[in-house]
């Protein structure tokens, strides 16, 4: 299974996906709170896989993408969204994300994308 790199800036929302992930057989080398976290996150510990929230203080989640794909383009991030946020969905898909979930989360549904996502 994946090695994932959680970063939301909700503690809960961390903890609600890395149950449904760590569920998944999936391993959760790391959280991050905002998107700069999440870039020196990323390169210290080259998960297999990023979770991001798009809506984060100082940077945001599209900034963070951004970031960490101009560091490694092979890198695989999904993005977290609330439903509403199609406009910054379609951003982060043009800006390299591989994937999406919408808030609330529904473990099969999380799942099935961070599965997809690791074996394209």
Known sequence: ??????????????????????????????EAADGAEALARY??????????????????GIEALKAIKAADPAAKVIMCTAVGQEQMVKL????????????????PKVLEEVKNVLSA
């Open 1 to 30: 299974m994946g090695r994932i790199l959680i970063v939301d800036d909700t503690m809960f929302m961390r903890t609600l996906l890395k149950n449904i992930l760590f569920s998944g057989g999936h391993d959760i080398v790391g």
């Open 43 to 60: 390169q210290e510990l080259k998960p297999d896989l990023v979770t991001m929230d798009v809506v984060m203080p100082k940077v945001n």
């Open 92 to 107: 982060a898909i043009k800006s390299g994300a591989r994937g999406y979930i919408v808030k609330p989360f529904q473990a």
